[in-house]
């Protein structure tokens, strides 16, 4: 691994992908008491930064797995991502998805031409039958964040930023999976001087703040977090990553979620997931980190249920 | 009026606005069937180009004038407009507002220390204190469309549309009172070799439609429309410029204002209000118009009341 690598990941799926605009706020940058810079990947391609990492796992792949096709589980952002960037290089798609994923998503990956096979909501039916597909159609399988090549696909957002904001000393992202921060660890390690990166992570699902304190993968009992992109857990080829280089994790409760997510409706008029609302609503929970500074927030995606918004009176 | 005066006003309120992106969606003009090119006012400062408009209204006042004040009647937007105006060029301010003017829009007013007087919910209350604000305070009254340095102003987002696309077809705007159609057509006719300039109105606010029909400004009886910028009517200043120059109106139904903000909302991942949206209906109404055209649209604001959104299932 070295920054000549993630350059040649960045220079193969730029084609495929958008370079997203990094947005500004006065207004927020009054409340938080920085600079903050939004790297907007709610305008990506399906709308969410996952379409970076299935890029590079399918441009990764030979002719022969292209064309047995791969296997994947998500119950998201990360189907819709298979399928579009399958649909883009003509390869074969067997997407799992638990049956309680929300329906726009399920219509997403269909309008994609994904083939969907619907499963339990557990994690443990969800990698059961991916398996089971994996060995009767010999695809590939491709984990939705713990695959070093998701994981160097998902940098490119940060090189992105870091290529226009050079001089960062912070680059925040919600941590769900480990996949995009675990990229961008390594993106700010080889594209920066001294950028440290930070994950939001809800009070609910904080299985990665408990694996940096342990030292050790630690799981959810529980994910009662409207973040529904991170109630996943860390795995074997990310975790050694973010436990060399992620800062901390600053944990943010429901509220605080749906606050963050408000504030950047009302004020930046952008739709975002209230996954990507994590990031933010960890810069607002603790500013002092931030005063004075300039920071990077990775607005992961803007996959939003309209007919079902948090926001009530 | 000529080229010449339309470029010094944009000269003037440069410095005071923000020269808002022009956004695409691949997605977009595959269903329109034309390439579309999205003016995002609800990127303006206050979210909406009413900011243009007051700006420049309040850049040609004399010191007198604004040492005295200025009185505006609006339910929303220019009451943000004029605020925010005022702060910035240091003027004081009676705006007048409706009882049942939305609560999101009264709290922006009040947070850039603008001046409201609450009135009743009729057109003719809303002139009445005005005017008795005009005489008492000897303030300047600012119409919030009815004003040509208002219209002017109004003009300078489609002269920033020209400016990045000047081989456009046609701009299509909302139709309310008549001040950004207006200034839209000014701009047109200076700033372009033949672009043409078509209205969207709502079905049930259709007064612009039947004027143009019988050469004299109509009314509303009654204006049951999700649009509310769009409610009023046009007046003496603004409807010659209108009946000269605009091409004609499309009318479109509540269903499909509706439809055409979650379209936008969906696959642009931008927040648009509803008479935005308008707008962009009259495109999808009558695609035969349009295909394979060169269209901007005015994406008028982005000021919506969040906890009060028509995405039913």
Redesign the interface.
């Known amino acids: 691994m070295n920054k000549e690598t993630l350059q040649q990941v960045h220079n193969r799926v730029k084609p495929y992908i958008h370079s997203t605009?990094i947005l500004t706020s006065y207004l927020i940058n009054e409340i938080v008491g920085a600079s903050v810079y939004f790297k907007c990947e709610?305008?990506q391609k399906m709308?969410a930064f996952k379409m970076r990492g299935a890029t590079n796992a399918l441009l990764s792949l030979s002719d022969e797995q292209k064309e047995k096709g791969v296997v994947t589980h998500s119950s998201g952002n990360f189907a819709q991502a298979i399928a579009l960037a399958a649909k883009q290089l003509g390869v074969k798609t067997y997407i799992v998805m638990p049956e309680n994923a929300p329906q726009?998503k399920k219509d997403a990956v269909e309008a994609y031409e994904g083939n969907i096979i619907v499963c339990e909501s557990t994690a443990i039916a969800r990698e059961q039958i991916a398996e089971k597909i994996r060995k009767e159609k010999k695809a590939t399988f491709i984990h939705p964040s713990n695959d070093l090549e998701v994981i160097f696909g998902q940098g490119t957002a940060a090189i992105e930023l870091l290529e226009e904001e050079p001089n960062l000393d912070y680059i925040v992202t919600p941590v769900g999976g480990g996949g995009l921060i675990a990229g961008t660890c390594l993106a700010a390690k080889y594209f920066s001087e001294n950028c440290k990166v930070i994950g939001g992570e809800p009070m609910n699902a904080d299985d990665a703040y408990r694996s940096l304190k342990s030292g050790k993968i630690e799981y959810n009992d529980t994910v009662n977090t409207i973040a529904d992109g991170l109630r996943t857990f860390l795995g074997d080829q990310n975790f050694p990553i973010i436990k060399e280089h992620v800062e901390r994790i600053i944990r943010v409760e429901e509220d605080e979620i749906i606050h963050a997510m408000?504030l950047i409706?009302?004020r930046?008029?952008?739709?975002?997931e209230p996954s990507s609302a994590v990031a933010f609503a960890a810069l607002l929970k603790e500013k002092d980190t931030f005063t004075t500074k300039k920071v990077g927030v990775i607005i992961s995606g803007?996959n939003v249920d309209?007919?079902n918004?948090p926001?009530?009176?």
Chains 1, 2 share one sequence.
């Open positions: 605009p709610n305008f709308g726009s408000k409706w009302e930046m008029k952008i739709i975002i803007g309209l007919v918004l926001f009530a009176r």
